[in-house]
Nanobody
Framework: QVQLVESGGGLVQAGGSLRLSCAAS????????MAWFRQAPGKEREFVAG????????YYADSVKDRFTLSRDNVKNTVYLQMNSLKSEDTAVYYC????????WGQGTQVTVSS
């Protein structure tokens, strides 16, 4: 069982920045690939960025590449999503995901970008 707790969402003006955090706890957390997804009103949930705990570079959706940066702290078992140059279309509920043989989701954190 893995528990994921997101934080850091909020209201920001277009062009601003936010940093989301996802704290993971549970057995063998290090095995899980971590990712952020988002879901805007009336739209399907979509992939934003992902990273493996064990190594390798993060990877991004084209819509956020060069604006968002995903990083991890293996001591704190926390992944961070630094979001810069935010646009109104980034408005969504952002979800943290841990995936191995089983997929776990966090509760989501709202990000609202005002234009």
């Amino acid at each position: 069982q893995v528990q994921l707790v997101e934080s850091g969402g909020g209201l920001v003006q277009a062009g601003g920045s936010l940093r989301l955090s996802c704290a993971a706890s549970g057995r063998n957390v290090i095995r899980y690939r971590m990712a952020w997804f988002r879901q805007a009103p009336g739209k399907e949930r979509e992939f934003v960025a992902g990273i493996a705990w064990s190594g390798g570079n993060p990877y991004y959706a084209d819509s956020v590449k060069d604006r968002f940066t995903l990083s991890r702290d293996n001591v704190k078992n926390t992944v961070y999503l630094q979001m810069n140059s935010l646009k109104s279309e980034d408005t969504a509920v952002y979800y943290c995901q841990a995936r191995d043989l089983i997929t776990y989701w966090g509760q989501g954190t709202q990000v609202t970008v005002s234009s």
